[in-house]
């Protein structure tokens, strides 16, 4: 099945820096990779997703690069604000394997004032 | 403005006790998802229905039983859980596409599950 890593695992930024979070998959079959925003006792909520068939999304702040040749995504985050702290998931997705979605292991993201 | 809904969104059972968790939703979405999540790790599939037929169970021990009785509606019965199965329960659900891309899932907030 699919495996997907997501590095670092931790990650501090003084406000209005970037942040970059990166994850990379196993399976070149997997095309549809969205990234989750959780902040703490609340629910993952979808804040960008990319499909394969393009290399680069961006919503405002935020984008999401891939590259299936070498078989990874990043976030990237700029200008980050203090409402930016929170843990960060990717994930990875094939059509044909009954909707499911293969979790990174997260990226707790902490913004210094 | 959460559009899956969970309930309860606490609770707390002795490892005797039986009870349900339910997750609705009307997107008209055709997959809905159980997943269990710690504290600080990703979410950790449980069970997937789509058009409202078990297509995962991800090796979930006996005590957890869905339910799909309808294509809104997602049960998970409960009985004689363990300590360890403390957790966040999270249900989801997404659009499903034949022959194209999936789709987002949309998460609830999720029941906070306490086993005495």
């Known amino acids: 099945g699919e495996n997907v890593e997501q590095h670092p695992s931790t990650l501090s930024v003084q406000e209005g820096d970037s942040a970059v979070i990166k994850c990379t998959y196993s399976?070149?079959?997997?095309?549809?990779f969205p990234w989750y925003k959780q902040e703490l006792g609340k629910r993952p909520q979808l804040i960008i997703d990319?499909?394969?068939?393009?290399g680069e999304k961006k919503d405002q702040r935020i984008a999401v690069t891939l590259n299936k040749t070498a078989k990874h995504f990043s976030l990237h985050i700029t200008e980050t604000q203090p409402e930016d702290s929170a843990v960060y998931f990717c994930?990875?997705?094939?059509?044909?394997?009954?909707?499911?979605?293969?979790f990174g292991t997260g990226t707790s993201l902490t913004v210094i004032p | 403005d959460t559009e899956v809904t969970q309930t309860p969104k606490h609770l707390v059972m002795g490892m005797t006790n039986k009870k349900s968790l339910k997750c609705e939703q009307h997107?008209?979405?055709?997959?809905m998802y159980w997943y269990k999540q710690k504290a600080k790790k990703p979410p950790e599939l449980m069970f997937v229905?789509?058009?409202?037929?078990?297509?995962i169970n991800e090796s979930v021990p006996s005590r957890f039983s869905p339910e799909c009785p309808n294509s809104s509606l997602l049960n998970l019965h409960l009985h004689a859980l363990q300590p360890e199965d403390s957790a966040l329960y999270l249900c989801?659900?997404?659009?499903?596409?034949?022959?194209?891309?999936?789709?987002?899932?949309?998460f609830g907030d999720g029941t906070r599950l306490s086993i005495l």
């Open positions: 989801a659900s997404s659009q499903v596409y034949r022959d194209s891309f999936n789709q987002p899932q949309h």
């Open positions: 399976d070149s079959a997997s095309n549809y």
């Open positions: 990319i499909r394969s068939n393009v």
């Open positions: 994930a990875a997705s094939i059509l044909d394997t009954g909707n499911q979605f293969y």
């Open positions: 997107m008209g979405h055709r997959a």
């Open positions: 229905y789509s058009y409202e037929k078990l297509s």
